[in-house]
């Protein structure tokens, strides 16, 4: 596609429930990102992908949240036994590369998807 | 480590008047900035970035910044607001660390443009 594409564009929960939000990155793009965007506040990055592979989850903030990423194109972020306080936007960007000191690529990112945990 | 603090979360300009969003920066190494915009309800767009080529950066939209490594800023500027700019603005800088690239994001500036 054009852009990077996430779905869906909002998702409404109950706390305690499992949730899954998927972003399409840019074809050709073998780095993919996530950030969270928590209202009022900047963005909080999560996780990077290099191909499939996520050398560093540090970002996640708890081990209720995962992410996989198949056939180096979409990646899934999963959230399990949601709460409130993982209320807020997602956002996924993709790049050509992420793995350089030289070159920085320009991430692009997705529209989002607006969390609302009950 | 890499930071960035942008100053006023809200900043409010007449249609026609000069845009300024401030934002500083920390950084152990040559830094790489960038200035995202986000319109409501949509993702990030990048307006413009700095790679140690010219210290002053065009961008999209009539915007520019202006990097000045001795006071560590990064400012950004449109010498005549439009209402269409009103969008809420990010500041960022790259971090290399660990084997990749990630952003690292101030807390943003809402711009409202009035008439």
């Known amino acids: 596609g054009a852009g990077v594409s996430q779905s869906p564009s909002n998702k409404v929960t109950e706390k305690g429930k499992d949730v899954e939000l998927r972003c399409d990155p840019i074809s050709g793009h073998t780095a993919l990102y996530w950030y969270r965007q928590r209202l009022g506040q900047g963005l909080e990055f999560l996780i990077y992908f290099q191909g499939n592979s996520a050398p560093d989850k540090s970002g996640l903030p708890s081990d209720r949240f995962s992410a996989e990423r198949t056939g180096e194109s979409v990646s899934t972020l999963t959230i399990q036994r949601t709460q409130q306080e993982d209320s807020a936007v997602y956002l996924c960007?993709?790049?050509?590369?992420?793995?350089?000191?030289?070159?920085?690529?320009?991430?692009?990112f997705g529209p989002g998807t607006r969390l609302t945990v009950l | 480590a890499q930071s960035v603090t942008q100053l006023g979360s809200h900043v409010s300009v007449s249609e026609g008047a000069l845009v300024l969003l401030r934002c500083n920066y920390s950084s152990s190494v040559p830094p790489y900035l960038f200035w995202y915009v986000q319109y409501p309800n949509q993702g990030l767009q990048l307006l413009l970035k700095y790679t140690s080529a010219a210290t002053l950066v065009k961008g999209i939209n009539g915007f520019e910044a202006e990097f000045k490594k001795s006071e560590t800023s990064f400012h950004l500027t449109k010498p005549s607001a439009h209402m269409s700019d009103a969008a809420e603005y990010f500041c960022a800088v790259s971090l290399f660390s660990g084997g990749y690239n990630k952003l690292i994001f101030g807390a943003g500036t809402r711009l409202a443009v009035h008439p």
């Open positions: 960007a993709s790049s050509l590369i992420g793995a350089s000191s030289l070159l920085i690529p320009t991430q692009y």
